[in-house]
């Protein structure tokens, strides 16, 4: 409180520089305002369906993240501001207000007093890119001509300091999201309406390709990545199913399992049946020997005879033919079966025709044992045919062992290599199916994408400004007043910080460390001149008041020493204001003063026990003694402890300094007892005022000013 208070004060006492000179700075700002230029606003509004849009990711009942919505609006608002994005409105609006700007009048494009800056300020070799039939080429011609060097008028364009065109004018846009909704507001403002409403326009369209080119530049690469690896998969996969059915074509595999199953099933019928024909062939080999012990020699011969062993050659033959016949073609047409039939005819022929030379060939018609010939060479002949059957039948399966076997060999090797080619087949069948799904996980992404990005839509078109903003005349110079206002007033503060003089209480109580009692105002000046008495004789009054409950009212003497620093701080004027009010009051009182009632040199003063050492009493009760400087001598102790008041004086407009606090420490610690009291002199009446209240005159100005002082708002 006393801090405000002390501003207060500060801001009343300075109050004509506080008046006066923000009042100076207002006028100054009104006249260079007078034409301040004026500025035109155009907003527009962006739907971007991020959050409330329909996508794929929707219709999967997908929830929304928040995070992600919040990531997404970021992403498109950086997009917006990027200079990437600003540098292309840059070339569109220059090319743009170059194409349809006119020097003659304003109109919806440029103002004519920009477009004739613009233009002479547009180097020749930079005119002739401009294409006035076409805004397209004429950009494209300006990014060919732009190169990063200061001499480039195009590249400085956007990268140096115009009002329309650079970065730092375009990075004024403001792009801000419309609470936690969908949408986006875009707003700009400039001193030209077509800039304006042209760059934000321009800006809309340049914005939307950047984020589609941005949103799709991935995907779409990795679109490419897989449809070529989908190609070259497929066509490796085309390629080995191919060699695979060339493969069959040369090997004559028509079903390798079923094969290998028929060649197997083959071998084991073979087996079977070499194993079936081996036992018939012993067994008759066993009987043809049981049976030719019993024939005699007669019967043996007929194994030499030229006849027989020919017709026998020939049944061989048949019988060779038939077991070929009869094993390899089982399932044989009806040409084979024919054959079969003719041989099977022909060996009974040939049978029946050695039987026949058998019977004539007989010489015995019995044998030794009693038994018939002709029974006994039937009985030989016939195992001998058997025996010719099998042996005929186990050749041709031999044969036939060595043909299973070559198909062994053909198709071992076979097996391997199919399994080889299926398994490169199924491998790339598993790879081109992984392609092809993330083929088409990335075509639904893009899709999605394609989806989200044409739900951008602009809700509020931008519309060309018709008038302008309202002028911030008003605000400018009301800044100005308050700034100034809170300059001066800073710098009043500053002052009254940093300056150590004893203008009043509370710099006095900061600066000595002491209470302050009271205080004597300066000579008054100006309107308090005619009221000087008065104010006199109130501080006089309030200084006898302030001490006076100190002082003792027995018959005991009141010594009150007046003291200061340095010489001509007022201790005279003091002493002598005091002394008057006891003698206005009746009371005996004496004023010693060392300019001409002792000396402050002489060994009496400086050593002096009591009063009595250097001066005379009579039978006054209050002794005031002004004493010297205390930079000039040393006041005896035992005098500053029998004294009822020490009353020192500060000079109000004097800077209080360290020695001024050391020898102020000094006297404290001298007096030994809180006698020791703090009197201003040569205050300001203001200052004078905190202790003995309002002086006059009584103005009612002046009573409203130490009200505000006081904080007083409700004394009438």
């Known amino acids: 409180m006393k801090i405000f208070k002390y501003i207060l004060r500060v801001i009343l006492k ?7 000179f923000p009042l100076i700075a207002s006028i100054i700002a009104i006249i260079f305002t007078n034409n301040l230029t004026k500025t035109f ?11 409330s849009g329909y996508s794929i990711e929707s219709e999967a009942n997908i ?6 919505v919040n990531t997404a609006m970021d992403n498109l608002m950086n997009i917006i501001k990027s200079k990437s994005t600003l540098e292309r409105v840059s070339y569109n609006l220059y090319a743009e207000n170059m194409i349809y700007g006119d020097s003659t009048k304003d109109n919806t494009t440029i103002y004519k007093n920009n477009y004739i800056e613009i233009f002479n300020r547009t180097p020749k070799d930079v005119r002739l890119l401009i294409d006035k039939k076409s805004i397209g080429n004429t ?3 300006l990014r060919l001509y732009s190169q990063a060097s200061p001499r480039n008028f195009v590249y400085g364009l956007f990268n140096w300091n115009h009002q329309h065109y650079c970065y730092d004018a375009l990075n004024k846009i403001e792009v801000k999201r419309i609470g936690n909704s969908d949408m986006l507001e875009i707003s700009y403002e400039k001193d030209d309406p077509g800039v304006a409403y042209n760059t934000v326009k321009i800006l809309i369209d340049e914005f939307k390709n950047e984020y589609q080119l941005l949103r799709f530049g991935e995907t779409d690469s990795v ?16 390629n080995n199913e191919d060699s695979l059915t060339d493969y069959y074509v040369d090997k004559k595999i028509i079903n390798y399992s079923e094969q290998t199953n028929q060649i197997a099933f083959q071998d084991r019928e073979y087996n079977l049946e070499y194993l079936r ?98 029974n006994i060479i039937n009985e030989w002949f016939t195992e001998l045919m058997k025996n010719t059957k099998a042996e005929a039948e186990i050749k041709v399966l031999e044969k036939r062992r060595a043909e299973i076997d070559n198909e062994y060999s053909f198709f071992a090797p076979v097996g391997s290599t199919l399994k080889r080619k299926e398994r490169e087949i199924s491998f ?23 989806m989200t990005s044409s739900s951008i839509k602009v809700i509020n078109p931008p519309m060309y400004p018709l008038n302008s903003n309202p002028s911030k005349r008003v605000m400018i110079i009301l800044g100005v007043l308050l700034g100034t206002f809170i300059f001066i007033l800073s710098y009043f503060i500053i002052l009254e910080l940093i300056d150590r003089t004893l203008k009043n209480k509370i710099k006095a109580q900061f600066l000595i460390g002491k209470e302050v009692i009271g205080a004597f105002p300066d000579s008054p000046k100006g309107k308090y001149r005619r009221h000087e008495k008065e104010i006199l004789d109130k ?19 009141n010594i009150i020493n007046i003291i200061s620093n340095e010489k001509g701080e007022g201790k005279s004027f003091i002493a002598e204001n005091l002394l008057s009010i006891f003698v206005e009051k009746n009371i005996k009182a004496k004023l010693i003063s060392y300019h001409q009632d002792f000396n402050y040199e002489d060994s009496s003063y400086l050593l002096a026990n009591s009063i009595n050492d250097f001066c005379e009493v009579n039978d006054e009760k209050f002794i005031i003694i002004e004493h010297p400087s205390l930079i000039e001598s040393n006041i005896p102790i035992n005098i500053l402890k029998a004294s009822k008041i020490n009353l020192f004086i500060g000079l109000a407009s004097k800077a209080w300094k360290d020695n001024d606090q050391l020898l102020f420490e000094r006297l404290k610690k001298q007096c030994g007892k809180e006698n020791l009291y703090v009197y201003l002199n040569k205050t300001s009446i203001d200052a004078t005022e905190a202790f003995t209240g309002l002086l006059p005159p009584y103005s009612w100005i002046r009573k409203l000013i130490y009200n505000i002082i006081q904080l007083d708002f409700k004394t009438k």
Request: glycine share 2%.
């Open 63 to 68: 929830a929304v993240n928040r995070e992600t």
């Open 41 to 51: 606003k155009v907003t527009t509004t962006i739907f971007t369906g991020f959050a």
């Open 14 to 20: 300075r109050r004509w520089y506080l008046i006066f």
């Open 223 to 238: 679109i490419q990545y897989f449809q070529s690896e989908l190609a070259r998969v497929g066509a490796m996969l085309s």
């Open 428 to 450: 790339l069948e598993s790879t081109y199916l992984n392609i092809l799904h993330n083929l088409n996980s990335a075509l639904l992404r893009r899709k999605n994408l394609q």
């Open 539 to 557: 501080s006089k009054h309030y200084l006898f008041n302030s001490i006076v409950n100190d002082l003792s009212s027995n018959n005991d003497l």
């Open 139 to 141: 950009v494209k011609n």
């Open 277 to 374: 024909l081996q036992m018939d062939y012993n067994s008759s080999k066993a009987v043809l020997k049981e049976i030719e012990k019993r024939m005699d020699i007669n019967l043996k011969s007929i194994k030499n005879n030229s006849i027989f062993i020919q017709k026998l050659n020939e049944i061989s033959n048949l019988r060779d033919e038939i077991a070929f016949i009869e094993i390899n073609h089982q399932d044989t047409t009806d040409k084979s079966k024919n054959q079969l039939e003719k041989r099977k005819r022909e060996i009974n022929n040939k049978e029946k025709e050695v039987s026949q030379f058998l019977n004539t060939y007989a010489n015995d018609r019995y044998t030794k044992e009693g038994i018939s010939s002709q």
